[in-house]
C-alpha cells in the first residue's frame, strides 16, 4: 500500500484573471424548482471540490509557427460551458430557503463563477503519482470571496488553469445539494462532449426531483442509526488544527494480501467491503478511543438501482443513503475482522427503495438533520462514478476526481474511494485519508505492520492477529 506525497514540496505561481460569470448561452425558464427531500439535508450543504489534470494533446500541434495556441482549454471549456447551462440550466440559478428549511432553485440564468489562469508549472513537475493531497490546491481552485456559501450564491465554480508544457488543470467546485457524484460526472460529461463539437449532451438531463421527496403523511419505517443524536462527551469529533492528509493506494497487490485475512463463508465480499471494514478498523486503532465507545462507520450507497422502477438514467440529484455499522472500540478492534466486515455488508444491504422513502419522510419530520458525525467515519467510493472518462478534446485526465479528502460540512470525517493508475501501470483505488498527526504515524505503522506479517506469512495468517499487531500498508506507487 503506498503513501504519496514527495520530501520536496512544490512551489508555483498562478496567474488569475478576473473571475467572470458564465451564463447559459440563450435564454433558460425562470422558475422556482424544488430540491428533493434528500438533497437539502443538512450534512450534503457544502461545497465539494473536484479536481482533473490534462496532459498537452497528442492528437494535435497546440502552437503555430508564432508559438501562439491553436486552441485555448480555457476559452473551449468557457463556451461549451454556457452552452452545456442552456440544458443544465438550474446550476446558473441560485439557492433560496422555505419553510421548513426546504431549499429550491431560483433559475435565475445569473451564471456560474468562471476563471481563467495560467501557472508557471509543468505537468511533470507535480510528479508521476498525481492524487490528493495536491500542492497549493487553492491556488488551482481560488474561492473566490463571498462565493462559497449555500444560499444566495453561484452553485458551481469552475477554474481552467493552463501549465507551462501546454497541458491544464480543471478544477470544479459544486454546491452538494445540488448533485452527488455520478449526477456532476454527467453534467461535466456533457460539458466535454459539447466542447468537443457536439450540439447538445447525448443524454439529456433529467430533474424529477420529487421522486425522492418524502410521503404525504411521511412515516418513519426503517432503523436509520447514521441520524442519531449522538453528545460528543469526550471531545472525539477530529480536531481541524494538526491534521495531516495523506493518500494509500491499494493495487493488486494490497487487494489480494486483503483478501487473505477473510474467512471463506466471506469470500465473496466486495473490495468496497473488504477495503472497507479494514480501513474503518486500522482507524479506530490509531485514534486510542476508549474501549466502551461506539465507533460508526457510514458507508455512501448509490440508490438508483434500488427503485422499481429505477430512477431514470439521467437523473443527476443526489439519490445515495449514508447507511451506518455501529461497534464499541473494544469488539471491533479485538474481534476477528470478519467481524467488522459482516458489519459492513449488512450496513450496505439495508438500502432499498423502502429505506430511501423512509430517509426521505425522516428528513421532513425531523428538520434536515446531520448524519451523526460523532466518531464516525464516511467513505465514498467514485471509482465508477466517470470522473476519469471526462474529454474535453485533449483525452482522458491523467487523474480526475475528488481534490481532497475530509471534505464535508464537518471537515476530516470522509474518505474518497478514487480509481487510480501507479507508475508501475497497476491499476488500483487511491483512498486520500486526513487524521491528527499523532494519529496518521499509528495509522501508517498500523498499515505497515499489517502488510508486513501477510508478507512473511503468506499462509493465510490469523485475520484477528494480522490487524492487531501494527499497523496496515505502503508499497511505492
Not at 122 to 145: K, R
Not at 157 to 176: D, M, P, S
Request: aromatic letters at 8%; charged letters at 20%; hydrophobic letters at 40%.
Amino acid at each position: 500500500m503506498a503513501e504519496s506525497g514527495s520530501c520536496k514540496p512544490l512551489v508555483y505561481k498562478v496567474r488569475r484573471q478576473e473571475p467572470e460569470l458564465v451564463a447559459p448561452a440563450k435564454p433558460t425558464p425562470r422558475e422556482l424548482k424544488e430540491l428533493s427531500d434528500i438533497d437539502d439535508q443538512e450534512g450534503l450543504r457544502f461545497q465539494i471540490p473536484v479536481i482533473q489534470f490534462y496532459k498537452k494533446s497528442d492528437a494535435e500541434m497546440l502552437t503555430t509557427t508564432k508559438g501562439e495556441l491553436q486552441r485555448d482549454p480555457a476559452k473551449v471549456i468557457r463556451k461549451a460551458l454556457a452552452q452545456a447551462l442552456v440544458f443544465y440550466y438550474p446550476f446558473a440559478g441560485r439557492l433560496r430557503e422555505g419553510p421548513g428549511r426546504k431549499l429550491m432553485v431560483d433559475c435565475t440564468g445569473e451564471g456560474v463563477v468562471f476563471i481563467e489562469a495560467d501557472a508557471d508549472v509543468t505537468l511533470e513537475q507535480f510528479g508521476h503519482a498525481l492524487q490528493p493531497p495536491f500542492p497549493s490546491l487553492e491556488e488551482l481552485l481560488y474561492d473566490v470571496p463571498g462565493s462559497s456559501g449555500v444560499l444566495h450564491c453561484p452553485l458551481l465554480l469552475i477554474q481552467v488553469t493552463r501549465l507551462k508544457c501546454g497541458g491544464f488543470v480543471f478544477g470544479l467546485r459544486l454546491n452538494h445539494t445540488m448533485s452527488d457524484a455520478a449526477g456532476l460526472a454527467q453534467f461535466m460529461n456533457a460539458v466535454a462532449e459539447i466542447a468537443r463539437g457536439a450540439s447538445k449532451p447525448s443524454v439529456p438531463p433529467v430533474w424529477q426531483r420529487e421522486l425522492l421527496n418524502a410521503r404525504n403523511p411521511p412515516h418513519v419505517t426503517c432503523i436509520h442509526r447514521e441520524y442519531e443524536e449522538v453528545v460528543d462527551t469526550k471531545g472525539t469529533i477530529i480536531p481541524l488544527d494538526d491534521m495531516a492528509h495523506r493518500s494509500f493506494f491499494f493495487g493488486p497487490t494490497e487487494v489480494s494480501a486483503l483478501r487473505m485475512l477473510v474467512p471463506k463463508h466471506l469470500a465473496h465480499c466486495s473490495t468496497f467491503e473488504i477495503l472497507t471494514a479494514f480501513l474503518w478498523r486500522c482507524r479506530t486503532i490509531a485514534l486510542q478511543p476508549n474501549s466502551e465507545e461506539e465507533m460508526r462507520i457510514i458507508c455512501i450507497v448509490n440508490s438508483r438501482s434500488k427503485f422499481n422502477p429505477p430512477l431514470p438514467i439521467s437523473f443527476y440529484g443526489n439519490a445515495f443513503a449514508f447507511p451506518v455499522a455501529v461497534s464499541t472500540a473494544k469488539k471491533l478492534c479485538e474481534n476477528p475482522f470478519a467481524y467488522a466486515l459482516e458489519l459492513v455488508r449488512k450496513a450496505k444491504a439495508d438500502v432499498t427503495e423502502e429505506y430511501m422513502r423512509s430517509l426521505a419522510d425522516l428528513m421532513v419530520i425531523k428538520g434536515r438533520p446531520h448524519f451523526t458525525v460523532v466518531r464516525s467515519y464516511l467513505v465514498s467510493d467514485v471509482t465508477r462514478a466517470g470522473f476519469g472518462e471526462v474529454d474535453f478534446g485533449w483525452g482522458n485526465p491523467v487523474y480526475g476526481g475528488p481534490a481532497k479528502g475530509g471534505v464535508g460540512a464537518i471537515p476530516g470525517v470522509a474518505s474518497f474511494y478514487i480509481p487510480f493508475k501507479n507508475n508501475k501501470g497497476e491499476s488500483g483505488i487511491v483512498v486520500p485519508i486526513c487524521l491528527p498527526a499523532p494519529a496518521m504515524e499509528r495509522f501508517v505503522k498500523q498499515l505497515d505492520g499489517i502488510f508486513k506479517q501477510i508478507h512473511d506469512h503468506p499462509t493465510k495468517p490469523s485475520a484477528s492477529n494480522a490487524t492487531k499487531t501494527g499497523t496496515p500498508i505502503m508499497s511505492s506507487l
